[in-house]
């Protein structure tokens, strides 16, 4: 059975930090691509981030690029999502998704992805 799960969401002060972390397990990870995406409430969810399996490079959308950092580390089947200088804008749900035939240009798309987490909350609010 396959199982993503988030981890390290919670309320932040605006330009604050926190790590997320997406642990995987029931597949092969260093397979998998992994992407974070995002949903606040009343809004469509959105690509933030990925890394590929292979080489692990990395594609960011524009809104987070330059405060936002995805790694992963294959040993603990972990990708990590580092935010800084949080926004309130960044207020959502983030969610990890896995996918295992991605090509770079479509790590961005969700319809690409097999498996997802359930989500952890990020609050940025003064």
């Known amino acids: 059975q396959v199982q993503l799960v988030e981890s390290g969401g919670g309320p932040v002060q605006p330009g604050g930090s926190l790590r997320l972390a997406c642990v995987a397990s029931g597949i092969t990870f260093s397979r998998y691509s992994v992407g974070w995406f995002r949903q606040d409430l009343g809004k469509e969810r959105e690509f933030v981030a990925a890394i590929k399996s292979y080489g692990g490079s990395t594609v960011y959308a524009d809104s987070v690029k330059g405060r936002f950092t995805i790694s992963r580390d294959n040993a603990k089947s972990t990708v990590y999502l580092q935010m800084n200088n949080l926004r309130p804008e960044d207020t959502a749900v983030y969610y990890c998704?896995?996918?295992?035939?991605?090509?770079?240009?479509?790590?961005?798309?969700?319809?690409?992805?097999?498996?997802w987490g359930q989500g952890t909350q990020v609050t940025v609010s003064s």
């Open positions: 998704a896995a996918g295992s035939r991605l090509i770079t240009s479509s790590l961005n798309s969700q319809s690409a992805y097999d498996y």
